[in-house]
């Protein structure tokens, strides 16, 4: 572990994040509330395998094997992983005409999520025509108002004097 590639990282709330993997351990969950006054953490890796990198424990100074948080233990090089992502990126990229495309496919969809000024317009329209005042309202007759209850008297509970 001494000889392997380091590093320094912060630990977060879900670990330390190298290579585009986050990785985490049980020990390192002690650290979290603590981690802005611990600062960065020395961390080591082996490039021929990265399921597995070693953080130096701030308390004891040892290093310490801590796993991925996706629980993938397999055996990984660095190179395998760096090919993967690059072949992953390849796969996904777009030519500029299709990213445009796809821009004005999303503007046209939060364009439709808006009310448009019509809908606007009706709505303000309508709640105008619910609370004016209506012809035929005139004309019935008003409905007395209700009688107030008159006050009853509270029943004042037995006290004895001791």
Do not use: C
Request: no cysteine; aromatic share 8%.
């Amino acid at each position: 572990v001494v000889v392997s590639a380091g590093t320094e990282r912060q630990l977060s709330p879900q670990g330390i994040s190298m290579f585009a993997l986050h990785y985490y351990s049980s020990w390192l969950g002690i650290f979290v509330p603590e981690r802005d006054r611990l600062g960065k953490l020395e961390v080591r890796y082996d490039p021929r395998d990265i399921s597995h990198i070693y953080v130096r424990d701030p308390e004891t100074r040892l290093f310490r094997p801590v796993e991925r948080r996706d629980g993938q233990l397999t055996p990984l090089t660095l190179w395998e992983h760096e090919a993967e992502r690059a072949r992953r990126r390849a796969m996904n990229q777009r030519s500029s005409i299709d990213k445009v495309a796809f821009r004005r496919e999303i503007a046209a969809i939060a364009e439709a999520t808006k009310p448009s000024r019509r809908r606007l317009r009706d709505a303000l329209r309508s709640a105008h025509a619910a609370a004016a005042q209506k012809p035929y309202a005139a004309t019935k007759a008003q409905a007395p108002a209700p009688k107030e209850h008159p006050a009853r008297q509270k029943n004042r509970l037995p006290v004895e004097d001791w």
